[in-house]
């Protein structure tokens, strides 16, 4: 035979609104109780103002609520996005990251040619062109059995603070050569270095031939490095000489780099 249990009464709130009259159910069946049942509201039909709505029709333009999504509109109908920028307008990344292609180009250009060298496609200073000279310098090293990235990248780096403290203490107080541009035109110049280093991989090593090629480009960077320097950097005129004995021996470092 079941045993019966004695459930206590549940309260519920009054339905009128009022908290203070409970109402009160009991079970209707022995042992059990009536399934919870939240309270409703007194007009079902009006929702509550504190809670605000968004419309989601397609051809609402504004919402019910200060909560409004914005509307996109095309020519070819409500409801489709457009964007007021498109990709045709943006400029290109290389030009995003201050890396222009074609003044590189012209630079080299000049470089190529030693005895009708620019200066004033260089007095804008970049190290683009200089990286990719010294990125592809390393590389013919790195064919020829050398790994010299390093060596390449620090020498580089003394090279161009031995000639920026050697030319503003030849120019003074009138030297104006910053030592951006100066890594810069060393970095630019380096590109006979690079054409050496290519073909020395076709030359053998320790005869006369390579130590005559590498004295021809040595020259080369030589004369383009001092012309542009004396060029672009004031008070470097009268001290030409000594210019072109520092920028010698920066290069003929390089060469040895290549030879041995």
């Not at 190290?127 to 390393?138: E, I, N, Q, R």
């Not at 030319?167 to 690079?194: E, H, Q, T």
Request: aromatic share 12%; charged share 10%; proline share 9%.
């Amino acid at each position: 035979m079941a045993k019966e249990f004695s459930v206590p009464p549940v309260v519920f709130p009054s339905p009128s609104g009022n908290p203070n009259v409970p109402q009160q159910r009991r079970a209707s069946g022995p042992g059990l109780a009536p399934p919870f049942q939240p309270p409703r509201p007194s007009n079902p039909g009006v929702a509550n103002p504190s809670i605000p709505f968004m419309s989601f029709d397609i051809g609402s333009t504004t919402a019910s609520s200060s909560f409004s999504a914005p509307v996109y509109a095309s020519s070819s109908g409500v409801g489709s996005l457009s964007v007021s920028g498109s990709f045709e307008d943006e400029p290109p990344l290389l030009e995003e990251l201050g890396i222009n292609t074609r003044q590189i180009w012209r630079k080299t250009l000049s470089i190529m040619n030693p005895f009708r060298v620019n200066p004033n496609l260089h007095e804008d200073g970049d190290l683009s062109g200089p990286f990719l000279f010294l990125m592809a310098f390393g590389l013919f090293q790195l064919l020829a059995g050398k790994f010299h990235f390093g060596i390449i990248l620090g020498w580089v780096t003394v090279a161009s603070l031995f000639l920026y403290v050697v030319f503003n203490m030849l120019a003074g107080r009138n030297g104006n050569l910053d030592l951006y541009r100066c890594l810069s035109l060393i970095g630019y110049c380096m590109l006979p270095m690079v054409i050496f280093s290519a073909l020395s991989l076709f030359v053998p090593h320790g005869g006369v031939v390579i130590f005559a090629m590498a004295l021809v480009f040595v020259l080369w960077s030589t004369r383009v490095c001092t012309r542009l320097l004396v060029e672009l950097a004031s008070c470097g005129d009268e001290h030409r000489g000594l210019i072109a004995y520092a920028c010698w021996l920066v290069y003929l470092l390089f060469s040895l780099l290549i030879i041995f």
